[in-house]
């Protein structure tokens, strides 16, 4: 299980590789337990192998949640997410970003994480 500090943006970004490496290593680890070959986990999930491999492919951030969640219920597991207030540092990092935004789609953009950011817990 892990708790991701955010999700937003379409553009891959450090959390969200690191949301898919941990997401990827933890298939895998349970492939390897289990001996499930790429093979056979395709099989499973009546899907090709190029497809599994994508979902096993920790840079690759385009795949679903769906296609995450049908790999991970294939081999037992159960993906837990938890989504927690950003840190004041992070919301401070927005803002400067914000303050500094030329762009106004950029800005938008930045305005919503900050929001959501800060309300998330409330």
Do not use: W
């Not at 949301?19 to 070959?37: G, H, L, P, T, Y």
């Not at 093979?39 to 491999?53: D, E, W």
């Amino acid at each position: 299980m892990y708790h991701p500090e955010s999700m937003s943006g379409s553009a891959a970004n450090p959390s969200d590789i690191e949301i898919k490496r941990c997401f990827a290593e933890s298939i895998q680890r349970k492939m390897a337990q289990d001996n499930v070959s790429i093979s056979a986990l395709a099989q499973r999930m009546k899907t090709g192998r190029t497809s599994v491999r994508r979902i096993l492919d920790a840079n690759n951030t385009s795949v679903t949640f769906r296609s995450m969640t049908r790999a991970a219920e294939a081999v037992g597991l159960q993906i837990k997410l938890t989504a927690i207030p950003m840190s004041a540092e992070k919301l401070g990092h927005l803002a400067h970003r914000l303050a500094n935004s030329k762009d106004k789609a950029d800005a938008r953009k930045l305005t919503d994480e900050i929001i959501s950011g800060f309300y998330e817990g409330a």
